[in-house]
């Protein structure tokens, strides 16, 4: 045998032996690093708790959140968090960040409050926030002392609208969203509700938006249909259980914490909700109705609209009474199916007050909602368009409830019978709806 070749072998021979022994070493020696068990969770990954309540109370403060948007129209803040916050407990705040499973450096927040307050307390409040950079935010929280406070406490907000690459010019899931709040007591007056919706179905209104704090049984059952089929949105709106929401709409007259159970802060919710899906938002009582005169629909209307003045953002509609107490003569609409429905039949109710010339009369208001930054129940506060007082003969907001100028004879009053110029679609729309329900026989 070759010397060399032994040599050799004997040496590879060894070689594999040591390696062998180094392994059964390792193998059979505790390791210490093996032994100690991974966190679950790294210190700085976060989110630890998401809200899933439309309202959030904010740690160490009085005030609440409610929601959280990406909004980059105002320069060098990112993110605006609505809320509802105690006047007279304004604070210092700082932003921090979830960014992709990561903890951010924090931010300071600006804070600023809605100008119509109408003397309560509280009152709607945007924080806007900063992203620090090479952050993709996914959630967002509030602080008062950072490095004091425990994120693990406070629930975190998703935000929402977020574009993805770029693409800010997607085209939009809706036409026409109507935002309507806020639903609360036994409110069941169902009839009109339905009507309502399917008045604004045949005009092309895609989507219905509530905040509901409470209802009666009937419409609850109706509004759980709608809302089985996607045309309405319910949002739960629990604010009876943070404050004492007051049930009207001035401080010296109903008292309580928030003007007419938080309204302000559900329209600039609901606002920023459509932000990103609708092309127009009608903001409106659940007893009204945003009505064209001289169009069959509102993409007809709003199409006009704009071409005539494009760069309109928002449209004020003038609201017209429809007292209930009169009635159409001829009882042409008193139909035997809806008498045990509650609630008030709109089609007998032809009679139209004009506007008292001597006083404030408010508006209803169709807006683009990229152009709006806050708003209130008749008016828009901060916009970066023109506004339009759309003339009553092209629209006019249709409500039918309790007469506002009272003294008027049905002869003082005008004969408006444009809901039947719908009739033939609107009733078996409603006849529909209602038996799905349950509130009429199949």
């Not at 700085?44 to 990406?70: D, F, G, R």
């Not at 509650?342 to 109710?349: K, Y």
């Not at 006083?359 to 828009?380: C, D, F, G, N, T």
């Not at 368009?385 to 409500?399: F, N, T, Y």
Request: proline share 7%; net charge positive.
């Amino acid at each position: 045998m070759d010397k060399p070749k032994v040599v050799r072998g004997k040496f590879i021979f060894l070689f594999i032996a040591i390696l062998l022994f180094i392994l059964c070493i390792t193998v059979r020696t505790p390791g210490t690093y093996r032994m100690i068990p991974l966190p679950h969770r790294a210190p700085n990954t976060c989110p630890w708790q998401i809200s899933e309540q439309s309202i959030t109370p904010l740690n160490n403060t009085k005030h609440l959140l409610v929601s959280a948007y990406m909004d980059q129209r105002v320069n060098g803040l990112d993110v605006r968090i609505i809320g509802i916050f105690k006047r007279d407990s304004i604070q210092k705040l700082h932003c921090v960040f979830c960014c992709a499973g990561k903890l951010s450096s924090t931010t300071p927040g600006t804070i600023l409050q809605h100008s119509d307050n109408f003397g309560f307390p509280y009152v709607t409040t945007d924080v806007m926030c900063q992203i620090p950079q090479n952050c993709n935010a996914t959630h967002v929280n509030l602080l008062t002392q950072p490095g004091k406070d425990r994120l693990v406490d406070q629930p975190w907000l998703p935000i929402r609208n977020k574009r993805s690459n770029g693409k800010e010019k997607e085209k939009l899931q809706f036409n026409f969203t109507v935002c309507i709040s806020n639903l609360f007591g036994d409110y069941n007056n169902v009839l009109q509700f339905a009507q309502t919706l399917e008045m604004y179905r045949l005009l092309g209104v895609d989507r219905v938006v509530i905040y509901n704090t409470s209802c009666g049984p009937d419409l609850d059952r109706l509004l759980q249909i709608y809302s089985k089929e996607g045309f309405v949105e319910m949002v739960p709106w629990p604010i009876d259980q943070h404050l004492n929401p007051s049930p009207g709409w001035l401080f010296s007259q109903s008292g309580g914490d928030v003007h007419y159970f938080g309204q302000l802060t559900t329209l600039n919710e609901c606002i920023y909700r459509s932000m990103d899906r609708s092309r127009y938002v009608l903001l409106n009582d659940i007893d009204e109705i945003i009505m064209p005169y001289k169009h069959n629909n509102l993409t007809s209307l709003m199409d006009v609209l704009q071409q005539q003045h494009p760069n309109t953002g928002v449209y004020l509609i003038q609201n017209h009474i429809f007292p209930k107490k009169h009635f159409e003569p001829s009882g042409r609409f008193h139909l035997p199916q809806w008498n045990r429905v509650p609630g008030v039949n709109i089609l007998e109710h032809i009679y139209r007050e004009d506007p008292d010339s001597q006083s404030y009369h408010p508006h209803k208001m169709i807006v683009q909602p990229r152009l709006v930054e806050w708003a209130s129940v008749h008016e828009v506060l901060k916009s970066s368009g023109q506004q339009l007082k759309v003339p009553m003969d092209v629209c006019r907001v249709i409500h039918v409830r309790v007469a506002l100028r009272g003294s008027l004879t049905l002869k003082q009053l005008n004969e408006d019978k444009r809901l039947w110029d719908f009739q033939e679609k609107l009733i078996p729309s409603v006849d529909k709806a209602l038996r799905r329900a349950g509130l009429l026989p199949s």
